[in-house]
């Protein structure tokens, strides 16, 4: 029996995944428990059988979101008297593997046309109220009163 495999890229990263794996991978937003959907598929396949990507996806559910192991930076020059130590704990993702080569859904391009249609017939009542309504005439300014002669 041959498993369905994937290569995804996540994270700047790639990974072989398959079905019911498990992967740490940099942090991907949700909480424990969400699904997460893996659109960039590499390569796909079942033993030496290759399948087109195009449109495959790859459904995966978030574990948990843990902090990798503490790395120490450690700067010196030497004879200058200047040290440095700074830590750094990576965030990751533990994502579970649920199915591979899921099709991705289409937008049906009907529905996304209504609203625009209906945002193009409120346009012209809108510019009829303002087409009816008054106008202020704009405010003159006082003429400057020539200063009185001086005799």
């Known amino acids: 029996m ?15 995944v398959a079905a019911g ?3 740490v991978v940099e942090k991907i937003g949700g909480e424990a428990g969400d699904k997460v959907t893996l659109d960039d598929v590499l390569l796909a396949g079942e033993g030496s059988d290759l399948k087109a990507v195009k449109g495959l996806t790859v ?16 700067k010196k ?3 200058h008297n200047y040290r440095r130590r700074n830590g750094h704990r990576q965030q ?3 994502l579970k593997i649920v199915a591979i080569g899921e099709e991705k859904k289409k937008a049906e391009p009907k529905k996304a046309a209504e609203p625009k249609a209906e945002a193009k ?6 510019t009829e109220t303002k087409a009816a309504a008054p106008k202020k005439a704009p405010a003159k300014k006082a003429a400057a009163k020539p200063a009185a002669d001086k005799a």
Request: glycine share 8%; aromatic share 6%.
């Open 2 to 16: 041959r498993a369905m495999f994937a290569v995804v890229r996540t994270g700047g990263k790639q990974y072989r």
């Open 21 to 23: 794996d498990k992967i």
């Open 59 to 74: 459904g995966a559910e978030i574990v948990a979101q843990a902090k990798g192991d503490k790395v120490i930076v450690f």
């Open 77 to 79: 020059r030497r004879r």
């Open 92 to 94: 990751h993702t533990i």
């Open 121 to 126: 017939a409120a346009a012209p009542k809108a």
